[in-house]
T-cell receptor, first 116, second 107 residues
Framework: SAVISQKPSRDICQRGTSLTIQCQVDSQVTMMFWYRQQPGQSLTLIATANQGSEATYESGFVIDKFPISRPNLTFSTLTVSNMSPEDSSIYLC?????????????FGSGTRLTVV | RKEVEQDPGPFNVPEGATVAFNCTYSNSASQSFFWYRQDCRKEPKLLMS???SGNEDGRFTAQLNRASQYISLLIRDSKLSDSATYLCVPLWGKLQFGAGTQVVVTP
C-alpha cells in the first residue's frame, strides 16, 4: 500500500491567516481525500482531490475556505483559509487505488492545527 | 438514520477475553467494507478488508450480513495492544467513517 508523507505535523496559527498542508505519496494513486477530525470525533470527509481538475467538496465545505490542489498523481495540498479557532482540528490526507480495494486506503500522519 | 452507526463503547475487556461489536450501515450499495483501528492521537490504520461474507486474520474475524446491513468485528485472545478505537468504513465510491468503537483491554 502507498506510504504518505504529510506536513506540517502540527502548527499554531493566528486567526485570519491561512495554512497549507501538503501530502506526498510514494507511488501514483488514483484517489486522494482530505479529512478533518475534531477532538473525540470520527473523521469527516472534506473533499476528494481530483488530479487536474477542481476538487469535489462534501456538504458543508467550500472551495473558498478549503482550496485544494492536486497537480499530479502523487501530491496534493489543502489550504485552510482565513482561519478561526473553530478550524482547530486534525487534518488528514488519505490515498489509495480506487480499484484495488483489498488495500483500502492509507492515511498521512495528520496535521494538528491550533488557531489562536 | 446515520450512514454508519457504531456503539461508541468503551468496551472494557480483560486480557485474553473475546470481544465483539457491530456496525450498521445505511447504503445497501456498499460493496466493500473496512475495519480501521485508530490509536490515540494517531492516524487510522487499516485492520481488515471485507468483500464477501467475512474475513479472518489471526485473532480478528469480520462478519458481513448484507441482508441486515451490518458488519461485526470479533477479537479473540485480546492483548493490551488491542486497546484502540475501531472504525467501521463502508465503501461506496469514497470512505465514510463511523464514529468508532473504543476498546480498552485491561490486565
Amino acid at each position: 500500500s502507498a506510504v504518505i508523507s504529510q506536513k506540517p505535523s502540527r502548527d499554531i496559527c493566528q486567526r485570519g491567516t491561512s495554512l497549507t498542508i501538503q501530502c506526498q505519496v510514494d507511488s501514483q494513486v488514483t484517489m486522494m481525500f482530505w479529512y478533518r477530525q475534531q477532538p473525540g470525533q470520527s473523521l469527516t470527509l472534506i473533499a476528494t482531490a481530483n488530479q487536474g481538475s477542481e476538487a469535489t467538496y462534501e456538504s458543508g465545505f467550500v472551495i473558498d475556505k478549503f482550496p485544494i490542489s492536486r497537480p499530479n498523481l502523487t501530491f496534493s495540498t489543502l489550504t485552510v483559509s482565513n482561519m478561526s479557532p473553530e478550524d482547530s482540528s486534525i487534518y488528514l490526507c488519505s490515498a489509495g487505488q480506487g480499484t484495488l480495494l483489498n488495500y483500502g486506503y492509507t492515511f498521512g500522519s495528520g496535521t494538528r492545527l491550533t488557531v489562536v | 438514520r446515520k450512514e454508519v452507526e457504531q456503539d461508541p463503547g468503551p468496551f472494557n475487556v480483560p486480557e485474553g477475553a473475546t470481544v465483539a461489536f457491530n456496525c450498521t450501515y445505511s447504503n445497501s450499495a456498499s460493496q466493500s467494507f473496512f475495519w480501521y483501528r485508530q490509536d490515540c492521537r494517531k492516524e487510522p490504520k487499516l485492520l481488515m478488508s471485507v468483500y464477501s461474507s467475512g474475513n479472518e486474520d489471526g485473532r480478528f474475524t469480520a462478519q458481513l450480513n448484507r441482508a441486515s446491513q451490518y458488519i461485526s468485528l470479533l477479537i479473540r485472545d485480546s492483548k493490551l495492544s488491542d486497546s484502540a478505537t475501531y472504525l467501521c468504513v463502508p465503501l461506496w465510491g469514497k470512505l465514510q467513517f463511523g464514529a468508532g468503537t473504543q476498546v480498552v483491554v485491561t490486565p
